[in-house]
């Protein structure tokens, strides 16, 4: 305990580079679970039928909150940013059969990663594309 | 100052443990994720039929621009770009190295038919070696992709419901660190929408 500097700079890595590989670690969860909930909340939508944006932002809202709760992922589901877009079109008409739209979501990046990038969200978008219904494929 | 030193060791051979923890966790976060963009791309494809045959009461997908939506969809939802044989991967792509692909289309007069599709990939491409009939019933398709180190991959068998579009890719990633390579085939097989 002689050298105080190294003492010091030695306790400092100790500490600093499992921090950075726990950071990155919680990062790459992050990412991974938002994009299997956007991924389910594509579907989701997709298989629903006869449904206006607006109404589809309100069911997978309700739909990624209990996921989250039944599969314990770490997200907080109060923090989750949501928005379903028609694509083509600024219409808010029901979406039917071979009609795309988009699943935006966002959410905030945890502190320290925050701090070294620019942006202070995770975003992602999905497409998607809405299922034939059984009496589309009749007629 | 032993003490510090020993834990300074200690925390560095911990750490390869950690890396593995953590590339397992990438790999099948990847492998998950190419899943998805299959099976989200497959989806809008098959939505490319022919619409006279469909008026007559049959189903005939339209495979060129069925392809088209394809790589458009692969290219919204993951940042790749079709450049004829591979995925190109863009920045915020899953993979950093290109991903090959195979399609075949399976249509009315065969999908009543089993059959065992061979996928051949060579490092730089990945192309249908064949196609063959099995039986006359089942509608069973078994796809197995062989490399060049003579690997066989076996992909779980399919019982088709109707004329189908079916996509292979192959993903050959780098690892994270001393991991080794993330090579795993993904397929994706979708019926034709009516």
Same mark, same amino acid.
């Given at each position: 305990?002689?050298?105080?500097?190294?003492?010091?700079?030695?306790?400092?890595?100790? @500490?600093?580079?499992?921090?950075?590989? /726990?950071? !990155?670690?919680? &990062?790459?969860? =992050?990412?991974? #679970?938002?994009r299997t909930i956007q991924a389910d909340a594509v579907r989701?939508?997709?298989?629903?039928?006869?449904?206006?944006?607006?109404?589809?932002?309100?069911?997978?809202?309700?739909?990624?909150?209990e996921e989250i709760e039944t599969k314990h992922y770490r @997200?907080?589901?109060?923090?989750?940013? /949501?928005? !379903?877009?028609? &694509?083509?079109? =600024?219409?808010? #008409?029901?979406?039917?059969?071979?009609?795309?739209?988009?699943?935006?979501?966002?959410?905030?990046?945890?502190?320290?990663?925050?701090?070294?990038?620019?942006?202070?969200?995770?975003?992602?978008?999905?497409?998607?594309?809405?299922?034939?219904?059984?009496?589309?494929?009749?007629? | 100052?032993?003490?510090?030193?020993?834990?300074?060791?200690?925390?560095?051979?911990?750490?390869?443990?950690?890396?593995?923890?953590?590339?397992?966790?990438?790999?099948?976060?990847?492998?998950?994720?190419?899943?998805?963009?299959?099976?989200?791309?497959?989806?809008?494809?098959?939505?490319?039929?022919?619409?006279?045959?469909?008026?007559?009461?049959?189903?005939?997908?339209?495979?060129?621009?069925?392809?088209?939506?394809?790589?458009?969809?692969?290219?919204?939802?993951?940042?790749?770009?079709?450049?004829?044989?591979?995925?190109?991967?863009?920045?915020?792509?899953?993979?950093?190295?290109?991903?090959?692909?195979?399609?075949?289309?399976?249509?009315?007069?065969?999908?009543?038919?089993?059959?065992?599709?061979?996928?051949?990939?060579?490092?730089?491409?990945?192309?249908?070696?064949?196609?063959?009939?099995?039986?006359?019933?089942?509608?069973?398709?078994?796809?197995?992709?062989?490399?060049?180190?003579?690997?066989?991959?076996?992909?779980?068998?399919?019982?088709?419901?109707?004329?189908?579009?079916?996509?292979?890719?192959?993903?050959?990633?780098?690892?994270?660190?001393?991991?080794?390579?993330?090579?795993?085939?993904?397929?994706?097989?979708?019926?034709?929408?009516?």
């Amino acid at each position: 305990m002689s050298n105080l500097i190294s003492t010091l700079m030695v306790v400092l890595t100790l @500490l600093l580079v499992p921090g950075g590989f /726990l950071q !990155v670690h919680v &990062v790459q969860q =992050i990412k991974q #679970e938002l994009r299997t909930i956007q991924a389910d909340a594509v579907r989701k939508v997709a298989a629903e039928g006869t449904i206006t944006p607006a109404n589809a932002t309100l069911l997978i809202r309700k739909f990624i909150q209990e996921e989250i709760e039944t599969k314990h992922y770490r @997200l907080n589901s109060e923090a989750i940013s /949501l928005s !379903v877009e028609r &694509v083509g079109g =600024i219409s808010e #008409e029901e979406l039917t059969y071979k009609d795309e739209f988009i699943v935006r979501i966002g959410y905030p990046k945890p502190p320290l990663s925050s701090f070294f990038s620019t942006a202070k969200d995770f975003s992602f978008i999905m497409y998607g594309t809405m299922e034939p219904f059984p009496y589309d494929a009749q007629s | 100052m032993p003490i510090l030193l020993f834990g300074l060791f200690a925390m560095l051979f911990l750490l390869f443990p950690g890396m593995m923890v953590m590339d397992t966790d990438a790999i099948t976060g990847k492998q998950m994720e190419m899943q998805r963009l299959m099976d989200n791309a497959n989806h809008h494809a098959t939505f490319a039929i022919v619409d006279e045959e469909n008026a007559q009461g049959s189903v005939e997908l339209e495979l060129d621009e069925a392809l088209q939506r394809f790589h458009q969809r692969m290219f919204q939802n993951g940042e790749y770009t079709w450049d004829g044989a591979k995925y190109v991967p863009g920045v915020k792509s899953i993979t950093t190295s290109p991903v090959f692909a195979a399609f075949h289309y399976v249509d009315y007069l065969q999908w009543e038919d089993s059959h065992r599709m061979v996928v051949q990939y060579t490092g730089s491409s990945l192309q249908v070696a064949s196609f063959t009939k099995m039986a006359d019933h089942g509608a069973l398709l078994e796809v197995e992709v062989r490399d060049q180190a003579g690997n066989t991959y076996s992909l779980p068998p399919t019982i088709l419901t109707g004329p189908c579009l079916v996509a292979v890719a192959m993903v050959d990633d780098e690892g994270l660190g001393l991991a080794g390579r993330h090579t795993f085939p993904v397929l994706s097989v979708q019926a034709v929408k009516r």
